[in-house]
DNA sequence: CCGTATCCTACAAGATACTG
DNA sequence: CAGTATCTTGTAGGATACGG
């Protein structure tokens, strides 16, 4: 019945996901899942860049939020931070290495949702025009 | 300097995601990176499933999330629901084709994170010692 | 310019109880 | 078994004001 699954259950799980839910990813995904971090790793995928470019670069952060996430990316090592003890302050971020290597994945996904948004807003209108009462997001 | 980055560049940005944030990629990033799809789909990569059967596979999901986790999924035409009219109940899940192109991603997401989770968990320490006052997560 | 400090709200998610 | 229906709470994120 499933034996065409087997071999991605082999390869889909290769640290015991099924036991040990918390094997790293969930880490991952929540950094990569929330709201500004994946706009500020592309931001930041053109170059080097300055806290206001920064901002300016991604619609609608706040000032908060930016710092917020740009912390957490430096806490995991994603990005540099370099303060230029200059008047007025100046700071710089640029992706590290390993910063640089997500964004391959990010680009995956952003070309997976590019290539099936349209497959999957049909797909939410036929469900929506099904189940008329239901309210999901 | 950043010369180094500008073949990223050229193809993180396929969309003009700079101008155009949300080309469609922040829809699918938070489903991705909500707290039980992925769990879902990396579950349901095994093969069909039943409700129970899913709930038991994911540690510590509450019965509504699983609810509302596989109707989100259903609504994006990443998960199919078949209810059979039998007593009791009987409802059993398997991933689309779409469901299924996502898994390769998911897995690229969890060899990373595997990869690089001592990286980053090194990362994160230094940077709490580092900043002792600073409370980030 | 580059933040921090507060305050506030909305929503994600947990707990629990009940139903076809 | 496979859900719904409530109620509650934690926290992500927005707005705003101030500081080095």
Chains 1, 2 share one sequence.
Not at 81 to 96: K, N
């Amino acid at each position: 019945m499933s034996d065409s699954h087997i071999q991605v259950t082999a390869s889909i799980d290769p640290c015991g996901l099924d036991e040990h839910p918390d094997c790293g990813i969930r880490d991952v995904l929540t950094r990569v899942g929330d709201k500004w971090s994946v706009l500020v790793i592309v931001e930041l995928a053109s170059g080097i860049r300055r806290f206001r470019e920064l901002q300016r670069g991604i619609d609608g952060i706040s000032q908060r939020m930016l710092t917020l996430t740009v912390r957490r990316l430096e806490r995991d090592g994603l990005v540099t931070r370099i303060v230029y003890p200059t008047v007025p302050a100046q700071v710089t971020y640029e992706l590290t290495s390993l910063g640089s290597s997500l964004t391959h994945l990010v680009k995956q996904l952003a070309d997976w949702s590019l290539e099936h948004r349209e497959n999957i807003g049909h797909s939410r209108a036929d469900y929506d025009a099904q189940h008329p009462a239901h309210e999901i997001h």
